[in-house]
């Protein structure tokens, strides 16, 4: 069994800095990619910013440029530092993790961290 457990959500104000973690456990042979994602009332989910096992990134256009991804693999870790955070930025961020247990390949995801941006 695979869980993600995501921290370092919470407030901070227009303008301020958070940084999300994500951990995997579990029997996980190989790591295809790891990211994150958000939602927010009303909307669907959306992507902010994956990676790869061999390093290549992936940011949704509202975040290029303030967000950044990175990663530890020894310790199947993702992180998400959140610069020039903005209101519209407030969402419930998930981690997604695409691991092969055995012959499988398969997504999982965090239950989620609230990220509010507001003064």
């Known amino acids: 069994q695979v869980q993600l457990v995501e921290s370092g959500g919470g407030l901070v104000q227009p303008g301020g800095s958070l940084r999300l973690s994500c951990a995997a456990s579990?029997?996980?042979?190989?790591?295809?990619?790891m990211g994150w994602y958000r939602q927010s009332p009303g909307k669907q989910r959306e992507l902010v910013a994956t990676?790869?096992?061999?390093?290549?990134?992936n940011y949704a256009d509202p975040v290029k440029g303030r967000f950044s991804i990175s990663r530890d693999n020894a310790k199947i870790t993702v992180y998400l530092q959140m610069n020039s955070l903005k209101p519209e930025d407030t969402a419930v961020y998930s981690c997604n993790g695409r691991f092969r247990i055995g012959n499988t390949w398969s997504d999982y995801w965090g239950q989620g961290t609230q990220v509010t941006v507001s003064s």
């Open positions: 990676m790869k096992s061999g390093g290549g990134t």
């Open positions: 579990g029997s996980i042979n190989s790591v295809y990619s």
